[in-house]
């Protein structure tokens, strides 16, 4: 588990960076609340465990900056204060979409337990429970795939209208999106560039489908934004697509039924 601790005491860090490497999860700690949001908003994390009270720039306003910059890792921090929290200030935290609000735990059995609490994040993540978004104007493609993904109890929402598709995204939350880049009318190219203006594509995970026109320049530049996550070969064979798109979801098992 890669977690992220954003506290204003040198102390409280250390001491949690011993505790969780313990448990051999990977940790890394700021001091500053300002200098936390950045790498929330670079950096991937399973866990971010955010301090309400820190002077100068407070909890409070990490969430309100990363609820403008990058929505989606809102349901990642977990907030944690030694003071106790009233309803009343737990309602208006938990407004924000985080996953929930905790004591600071200062035993190695507290911080086991607070790494039990975030099974909503993607490590762990059910089969059934992920949704993939499918956009391409081939039918025939389509159904190719999202037989397959089903059959391995995935849940899939297929369209082969790209404008649909980007509906779809701006409105729905998908886990993964696999986009043809290809389309005539409106392109997958399009697609990208309309997230991207609407300040959501770093939030998204798509994977350009395979195309006959393979690597060129421009899907190797399109792999480089945050937010793209790669490039299906068409060499690739079902098996090695599912590895290839699930490879962040530490699933434990695929069925292979």
């Given at each position: 588990?890669?977690?992220?601790?954003?506290?204003?005491?040198?102390?409280?860090?250390?001491?949690?960076?011993?505790?969780?490497?313990?448990?051999?999860?990977?940790?890394?700690?700021?001091?500053?609340?300002?200098?936390?949001?950045?790498?929330?908003?670079?950096?991937?994390?399973?866990?971010?465990?955010?301090?309400?009270?820190?002077?100068?720039?407070?909890?409070?306003?990490?969430?309100?900056?990363?609820?403008?910059?990058?929505?989606?890792?809102?349901?990642?921090?977990?907030?944690?204060?030694?003071l106790q929290f009233d309803?009343?200030?737990?309602?208006?935290?938990?407004?924000?979409?985080?996953?929930?609000?905790?004591?600071?735990?200062?035993?190695?059995?507290?911080?086991?337990?607070?790494?039990?609490?975030?099974?909503?994040?993607?490590?762990?993540?059910?089969?059934?429970?992920?949704?993939?978004?499918?956009?391409?104007?081939?039918?025939?493609?389509?159904?190719?795939?999202?037989?397959?993904?089903?059959?391995?109890?995935?849940?899939?929402?297929?369209?082969?209208?790209?404008?649909?598709?980007?509906k779809y995204i701006q409105?729905?939350?998908?886990?993964?999106?696999?986009?043809?880049?290809?389309?005539?009318?409106?392109?997958?190219l399009q697609i990208i560039?309309?997230?991207?203006?609407?300040?959501?594509?770093?939030?998204?995970?798509?994977?350009?489908?395979?195309?006959?026109?393979?690597?060129?320049?421009?899907?190797?530049?399109?792999?480089?934004?945050?937010?793209?996550?790669?490039?299906?070969?068409?060499?690739?064979?079902?098996?090695?697509?599912?590895?290839?798109?699930?490879?962040?979801?530490?699933?434990?098992?695929?069925?292979?039924?």
């Open positions: 588990m890669k977690v992220l601790q954003i506290d204003d005491s040198p102390q409280i860090c250390e001491m949690y960076a011993d505790m969780f490497t313990a448990y051999s999860d990977s940790i890394e700690s700021v001091n500053d609340g300002k200098a936390g949001l950045e790498l929330v908003v670079k950096k991937e994390f399973d866990l971010i465990l955010l301090d309400i009270r820190m002077p100068k720039y407070s909890g409070i306003d990490f969430l309100k900056d990363l609820k403008k910059r990058r929505p989606s890792e809102l349901k990642k921090i977990v907030v944690t204060s030694l309803q009343t200030q737990v309602k208006e935290l938990m407004e924000f979409g985080i996953h929930s609000v905790e004591n600071k735990p200062s035993t190695f059995p507290q911080i086991e337990s607070l790494q039990k609490i975030v099974s909503k994040n993607r490590a762990g993540k059910k089969l059934s429970s992920i949704r993939i978004l499918i956009i391409d104007v081939q039918p025939e493609t389509t159904k190719k795939i999202s037989e397959f993904f089903r059959s391995k109890s995935f849940q899939t929402i297929v369209t082969n209208d790209p404008y649909r598709g980007l409105e729905e939350e998908f886990d993964i999106i696999l986009l043809d880049m290809y389309m005539p009318d409106f392109s997958g560039k309309m997230l991207a203006t609407d300040e959501i594509l770093q939030d998204q995970n798509i994977f350009i489908l395979p195309t006959v026109f393979g690597h060129n320049n421009q899907i190797k530049e399109l792999i480089k934004k945050d937010g793209i996550n790669g490039f299906l070969e068409k060499s690739m064979d079902n098996d090695e697509i599912l590895k290839t798109i699930t490879k962040d979801f530490n699933l434990q098992k695929i069925n292979n039924s």
